[in-house]
């Protein structure tokens, strides 16, 4: 019987942005920073041998270079494929690099403030 388990690893980042696309006068439309925190869930077996579903470390392996280069201290809209850099978009951005290599990502939350945050579970059937 397979033990299906749920892990969440938590990392943040500072970075600034604007968002290009809101009205003239909105507060969103000036460059300003966040203190950007997201989380990864992986979902799925626990593997008999190890104990666990996944080294936390390798979950690193694959998400801190993409902090480091792309995300910490850089202006957003300036990162391939963030020109509008809302946190829908920052999670799918995060989503779409970080799913091929650890298949049992199953949700992206990315807290743009203390009290907003966007959650994406990948593509819908739809
Ligand atoms: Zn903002």
């Not at 809101?22 to 041998?49: A, T, W, Y």
């Not at 080294?55 to 509008?84: A, M, Q, R, T, W």
Request: with cysteine.
């Amino acid at each position: 019987m397979s033990q299906e388990v749920e892990i969440v690893k938590k990392y943040r980042f500072e970075a600034a942005h604007y968002l290009p696309n809101v009205p003239e006068g909105h507060k969103c439309r000036r460059m300003h920073g966040h203190s950007f925190r997201f989380e990864l869930v992986l979902r799925g077996p626990v593997e008999p041998d190890t104990g666990w579903l996944i080294d936390f470390g390798d979950i690193s392996k694959v998400v801190k270079p993409l902090i480091e280069n792309h995300l910490d201290h850089y202006l957003l809209n300036e990162v391939e494929g963030l020109e509008n850099p809302t946190s829908e978009q920052i999670s799918i951005w995060l989503w779409n690099r970080i799913k091929p290599h650890l298949s049992a990502l199953s949700e992206v939350v990315v807290h743009e403030t203390c009290t907003a945050r966007c959650i994406y579970r990948g593509p819908g059937d739809s």
